[in-house]
């Protein structure tokens, strides 16, 4: 069945950086666009970075263009979230999702990873 583990979050100062890693399985990794999503206490859940399958178009939310970059390895099928700058809004549960004919899996999420950070 689809599986996203995340991992690499913790607990940070602000300014420092922090690198998120997602292992996708269950799926055809190299034919889906990807995706990092953050959901704070008491928010909705934010769409932060977007990759295409082929790595070429990148899109980000305007709270963290500039000082987020996401990236992929599809041999590895993992996805990956370098966050610069952090800032204490920043603090949520990551977790990234798979994209497939335009449509986000949102059936399945992993368990997320936690980023706090402290000002």
């Known amino acids: 069945q689809v599986q996203f583990v995340e991992s690499g979050g913790g607990s940070v100062q602000a300014g420092r950086s922090l690198t998120l890693s997602c292992a996708a399985s269950?799926?055809?990794?190299?034919?889906?666009?990807m995706g990092w999503f953050r959901r704070a206490p008491g928010n909705e859940r934010e769409r932060v970075a977007t990759?295409?399958?082929?790595?070429?178009?990148?899109d980000y939310a305007d709270s963290v263009k500039g000082r987020f970059i996401i990236s992929r390895d599809n041999r590895k099928n993992t996805v990956y979230l370098q966050m610069n700058s952090l800032k204490p809004e920043d603090t949520a549960v990551y977790c990234c999702?798979?994209?497939?004919?335009?449509?986000?899996?949102?059936?399945?999420w992993g368990q997320g990873t936690q980023v706090t950070v402290s000002s």
């Open positions: 269950g799926i055809i990794f190299s034919a889906n666009d």
């Open positions: 990759i295409s399958s082929e790595g070429r178009r990148k």
């Open positions: 999702n798979a994209r497939l004919a335009g449509k986000w899996r949102t059936s399945t």
